[in-house]
């Protein structure tokens, strides 16, 4: 069930804000998940070909314990600059990793591919500098308790098969008692709803009418679960983070960001393609208490599963359509409020 107290937002965690930037003629943006101190994450690639940026000091044997943001941006590896922004406002704020008298934040990040999209992006032909940069800045210092779905930040350009893709979020309290929430950037190389209909793959997990409602349809036909693909391969990627205010290691993030990317296989048709970067970061801010033993961390894991399906959901059904020739419809264009 929801929460009345709860926004149904990753920011229902602890510790967590979102901020958002966007260059609107350029049809691409920026996501960053600003954490309020440092922080515990790991992540789960089952992508064929992600874009990432200081991902592999998250895996468990590595040195570094904490981190201080999370990115996810649109533009391709152009996009990865983005983190430059992101670190220089948390230098600002004397955040990062002391080394002597320095710190230096540490701020993870993937992308997705948005470059085909309509907008005028001059500088993927060369000679221009990239915006990301500056949309981390803005992005960090936008950082809030409340954001934009849809059409926002690194979801501005997002598309599917067959619909407009963006930004999506979602919470939940779990049995044992602490708080976790996803985030996503949803951009698929497939769909996030049934056939040619307004039903969502993710309707099993949906709470209330959080996307629309419309639960499954009457019958699945054989054309309803025929694979169909968006674009060209490598014009795609869905990007996440889970979070939670859980206590875990480095290793049971992991643990959580590989059981949340269920949610990615359960909410798109298909998930994890060859040609595809689909990531999942996993953060525990560690305010809400340890899980009691396996099959507590277990509870939390098939909670982050549903939650990403939820929010993966949300973003399609709150995107509006970008204001270009051929630019793939909203979902209330073609279904409705």
Known sequence: MLFVSMRNLITDVRGVLVGQAHDTEAATGVTVALFERPTVASIAVLGGAPGTRDTALLEPEMTVEHIDAIVLSGGSAWGLSAADGVMAWLAGQGRGFPIGPLRVPIVPQAILFDLLNGGDKPWAKGGMEPPYRKLGALAAEAAAADFALGTAGAGFGAT???????????SARAATGQVVGALVAVNAVGTATIGDGPHF?????????????RGWPATLAPDDLALRFKGGTGQNTTIALIATDAVLTKAQCKRLALAAHDGLARSLRPAHGALDGDVVFAAATGLGGAPSDAFALTELCA?????????VARGVHAATALPFQAAKPAWRDRFGG
Do not use: C, H, M
Request: charged share 15%; hydrophobic share 40%.
């Open 303 to 311: 909670t982050a599963a549903d939650v990403l399906a939820r929010a």
């Open 201 to 213: 793959w993710a309707a099993p997990y949906e709470q209330g009418n959080e996307f629309g409602g």
């Open 160 to 170: 599917t098969l067959n619909l407009k893709g963006g930004i999506g979020s979602a």
